[in-house]
């Protein structure tokens, strides 16, 4: 069993930046894909970046690609999201997930633990 804690999230304006992390009560960087889902209100819950460590391969939705970046430290068992020049639409409560290798990055089912969430609200 892997519990995911978030922190960091809260209310910013629009063009600020946060930095949201999501520490892993066990090491398990090197066997899990690691990535942030978000889920606005009455909508559902989307991919938003996912970390490979090997490799350290990263992906990201297309609505923050070059805003957003995810990073880890294995020895800290902590994934971070930096997140740039937010929007008002990137208001939302923000998910830590973690995968078993070789799962699909993109599909909700694929990811076996989830934090609590953190909220993230961007005024304009």
């Known amino acids: 069993q892997v519990q995911l804690v978030e922190s960091g999230g809260g209310l910013v304006q629009a063009g600020d930046s946060l930095r949201l992390s999501c520490a892993a009560s066990?090491?398990?960087?090197?066997?899990?894909?690691m990535a942030w889902f978000r889920q606005a209100p009455g909508k559902g819950r989307e991919f938003v970046a996912a970390?490979?460590?090997?490799?350290?391969?990263?992906y990201y939705a297309d609505s923050v690609k070059g805003r957003f970046a995810i990073s880890g430290v294995n020895a800290k068992n902590t994934v971070y999201l930096q997140m740039n020049s937010l929007k008002p639409e990137d208001t939302a409560v923000y998910y830590c997930?973690?995968?078993?290798?070789?799962?699909?990055?993109?599909?909700?089912?694929?990811?076996?633990?989830w934090g609590q969430g953190t909220q993230v609200t961007v005024s304009s």
């Open positions: 997930a973690a995968a078993l290798p070789g799962s699909n990055y993109l599909d909700l089912d694929s990811y076996r633990y």
């Open positions: 066990r090491r398990t960087f090197s066997s899990y894909t």
């Open positions: 970390l490979y460590w090997r490799g350290l391969s990263t």
